[in-house]
């Protein structure tokens, strides 16, 4: 469920730094601020935390830093590989969104960088919901990712993507599952988290949603 792009991200895992770096011209922009963006969220964070999708650990390691207890949950089999080398103090286990290992431990954070997306509507419902149940009172989800403003918005992305010739941009902007801000808010809110959201770039979010007491 959700994890029909794993073989994908185990192709890319060797080069993803690069192109998170801007090394590829057709995703500089979705990744522009790239480690800001995620130096922003580790802060924000609150230990123990659970990261969905730590890809190759970027975000993982600046929460380290800050001493906190992270546990990560990843799909791709590659991506865990590097995420554990450049990351040996965090704990990543296989699974995702919504398949994961029973935690014997409080949570209150549930973070997550330029990954949400892989879930359908549904989907995203039912990880949220499980979230709800399993944060600490006050406890919040941040997440970044992409998400557009409105429909003109989406297709404006679309057709200045293919303006500029970057066909792939186009395609997974298309087909991919990026949210609408006001859907996201009210699936948020209809399972009782308080919700703010912050553009960080042409394309990605902050959005961090706080369960009440
Ligand atoms: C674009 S990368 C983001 C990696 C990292 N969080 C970052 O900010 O650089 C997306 C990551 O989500 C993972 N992923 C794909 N489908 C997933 C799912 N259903 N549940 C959790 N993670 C998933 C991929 O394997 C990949 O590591």
Not at 145 to 173: C, H, P, R, S, V
Not at 190 to 207: D, H, M, R, Y
Request: with cysteine.
């Amino acid at each position: 469920m959700g994890v029909e792009f794993v073989d994908l991200f185990n192709q890319w895992a060797s080069s993803y730094d690069e192109t998170v770096s801007g090394s590829d011209p057709e995703y500089k922009e979705v990744f522009e601020g790239y480690d800001t963006m995620l130096q922003e969220l580790a802060d924000l964070s609150i230990s123990p935390v659970l990261e969905f999708g730590v890809g190759t650990a970027n975000l993982t390691q600046k929460m380290i830093a800050q001493h906190k207890v992270v546990v990560g949950i990843e799909p791709s089999e590659e991506m865990r590989r590097i995420a554990n080398v450049k990351c040996p103090e965090a704990a990543v286990y296989a699974g995702d969104f919504i398949h994961f290992p029973t935690l014997q431990m409080p949570i209150r954070s549930i973070v997550s960088s330029f990954a949400f997306h892989h879930l359908n509507e549904q989907e995203k419902r039912l990880a949220l919901k499980e979230y709800y149940d399993k944060l600490e009172s006050n406890g919040e989800v941040i997440f970044i990712d992409t998400l557009f403003k409105n429909e003109d918005y989406k297709q404006q992305l679309i057709n200045e993507a293919e303006q500029k010739g970057f066909m792939n941009l186009a395609q997974d902007l298309r087909e991919e599952y990026y949210p609408y801000l006001d859907d996201l808010e009210q699936m948020f809110l209809q399972l009782g988290f308080e919700v703010s959201f912050k553009p960080l770039n042409k394309f990605a979010w902050l959005i961090q949603a706080r369960k009440g007491e």
